[in-house]
């Protein structure tokens, strides 16, 4: 099995175009292009993910003026974005046709693969008790990784093969809670990844 995106190079950087963050302040927010195939007989949907391997583990320290974020801080997975019961039909997903723009507060409503549920992101936790950004983020909502942030963030977008149609998830479901449910289904998994900075000196 094997995926692809016309939207970024494997293991290369992600376009603004894509990310919820920008050198200018909020970036296109647009969902990339991906593609899969040769998925495994007996497939009956997919789950997708993106999650960010590279989130700062103390947040106290984000935007910071003056400050900087190192590189060796410890690290845990930041969620953008999680998409169950595709169905087996769908092997491609295009570029902006489930998130396009920003939506403070989160999407009001949901666009995607018809029969596709797509759950909570991280953003619900990151801008929760921001008053103008706090919400209950579902869909996609691209890299926004701190400014002042040394590590070069890495985004896997991550595609299941199941043998289900349907994941026993609630309406208002995370990735934790797939990942859970799909335990035991998985026929096949394929990953690309791509890198985000708004910090002219990660990775150096």
């Not at 391997?53 to 900087?68: H, I, L, N, S």
């Not at 930041?78 to 019961?85: G, I, K, Q, S, Y």
């Not at 797939?178 to 998994?189: D, S």
Request: glycine letters at 12%; a negative charge; hydrophobic letters at 35%.
């Amino acid at each position: 099995m094997h995926i692809r995106s016309d939207s970024f190079e494997r293991g290369q950087a992600i376009p603004s175009e894509f990310a919820l963050g920008a050198p200018q302040g909020f970036g296109g927010n647009r969902n990339p292009h991906l593609a899969w195939g040769d998925a495994p007989a007996g497939t009956r949907s997919f789950v997708l993910v993106c999650i960010d391997a590279d989130a700062p583990t103390v947040p106290e320290m984000a935007g910071q003026d003056g400050v900087e974020i190192p590189s060796d801080q410890p690290r845990a997975d930041f969620v953008h974005w999680v998409m169950v019961d595709i169905p087996a039909s769908i092997t491609s997903i295009q570029a902006g046709s489930c998130s396009e723009g920003l939506s403070k507060g989160g999407k009001r409503e949901l666009q995607g693969p018809a029969g596709a549920r797509q759950g909570r992101n991280d953003y619900t936790g990151w801008f929760a008790g921001d008053a103008d950004m706090g919400g209950t983020y579902r869909g996609y909502d691209g890299p926004y990784p701190p400014p002042n942030d040394l590590r070069l963030h890495r985004y896997f977008f991550r595609v299941f093969a199941l043998d289900v149609d349907r994941l026993e998830v609630g309406d208002d479901f995370t990735a934790a809670d797939a990942f859970a449910a799909m335990h035991g289904h998985v026929l096949a998994e394929a990953s690309i990844h791509g890198t985000y900075s708004l910090n002219r000196n990660a990775g150096a």
